[in-house]
Structures are given as C-alpha cells and as structure tokens.
C-alpha cells in the first residue's frame, strides 16, 4: 500500500490482539488436624494471581488462594478451622487471534470473572481427608502494537474554529420561582 496512494495512510497503534476465557473446576485436598464429623462451612479467600503470554498457545494464569474450611470433630462435641494455601496453574488458550502484531512485547490482562468458590466440601478417605470442589473463571486480553490502515477522506475533516454559541443569560422567566425572602424566613424559624 505505501504512500503511494494518498487516500490511505498506515496507522501504528496499540489493540488487543489476543483474547481468551477459562472456566475451570478441581478438587482440592486439605488435611485437618482431628478427624472432622461434618462440615460446617467453607469459605475461600486471598485470592492472588498474575497472567504471562506462553508461547503462541496462550496465557499461563499462576495464583493461589486460602481455604477455610470449619468442622466438628469429637462427635460432634468441638469445631474447629483448618486453613490451607493452594496454588494453581491455569493455561488459557487464545481463541481469538490477530498475527500481526508487530513486535513480541505484550501487555496480558488476566481478569478473574468468577473468583474461587466452593461449590462442595466433604469428608472422604475414612474421614481422614476434607475435599473441596472449587470452580473458577478468568478472561484474557492480550495487547500488542499492530498496524492499521485507515482511508482518508479527500475532502479533508469539517472543523469548527468558532465556538459554540451556548445561551447562557437568564430571562425574567428564570426567577419568577425565586422567593426573595427565603433567607430572612430561615433566620426567623431558628
């Protein structure tokens, strides 16, 4: 294309040329110091994560999260909460794709639309172990530099130079609704 035509002109600009999105379910296992007679609830926080371009595969999301997980235990006579720190691993594939970008710098932008959350917590293995099914969903954005071509318009653009004339005095019209004793009544009523 060139310059060799002049009604178009070659852009350089930032976009997004990579998008992806990831639901993803797992069991996690955790440990508890008594062996728990039921479940009483299961709560996940602190949920930490960083996304990096792998390759032309995708993205890798790396994070983890705490789970909470409250119990009885003792025939059901004492609780308590066992905390544990998971981390995962979550490779998110780009379904959409755009090759031609121009350089290999890139901006990932990994945004966690569902946060862990539990979805069941039960006693297994004889009651020695508490599994957790944990549901998650993150969307990828890649942006990379990329050209664009755009056609000019011949005419050129229609710029105003005068400003707008915006009608800023008031009329008669504007203060018939204005009570002029509003002041003098408000001192009175204190």
């Known amino acids: 294309m060139g310059f060799q035509n002049q009604s178009y002109r070659e852009i350089i600009t930032k976009a997004v040329i990579g998008r992806g999105r990831k ?56 609780t308590d ?15 959409i794709k755009d090759d031609n970008y121009l350089d290999d710098e890139f901006e990932v932008y990994a ?9 069941e ?23 990379g530099e990329t050209k664009l071509c755009v056609k000019v318009d011949p005419d050129g653009c229609e710029v105003e130079d005068e400003e707008e004339d915006w009608d800023l005095e008031l009329s008669d019209d504007d203060f018939k609704d204005v009570d002029p004793d509003f002041l003098d009544k408000k001192d009175e009523e204190d």
């Open 121 to 143: 917590c039960k006693i297994v293995e004889h009651g020695k172990k508490i599994f957790v099914e944990v549901e998650k969903e993150f969307l990828i954005e890649v942006v």
């Open 81 to 95: 909460v066992v905390s544990e720190t998971v981390e995962y691993k979550e490779l998110v594939k780009l379904s």
């Open 111 to 119: 945004k966690a639309i569902q946060q862990p959350n539990c979805l």
């Open 23 to 78: 639901f993803s379910k797992n069991i996690d296992h955790i440990r508890s110091e008594s062996k728990p007679s039921s479940i009483l609830g299961c709560w996940i926080i602190n949920h930490r994560y960083h996304a990096k371009k792998k390759g032309d595969i995708g993205v890798e999301v790396v994070g983890k999260y705490d789970i909470n997980v409250w119990y009885s235990h003792s025939d059901n006579s004492k």
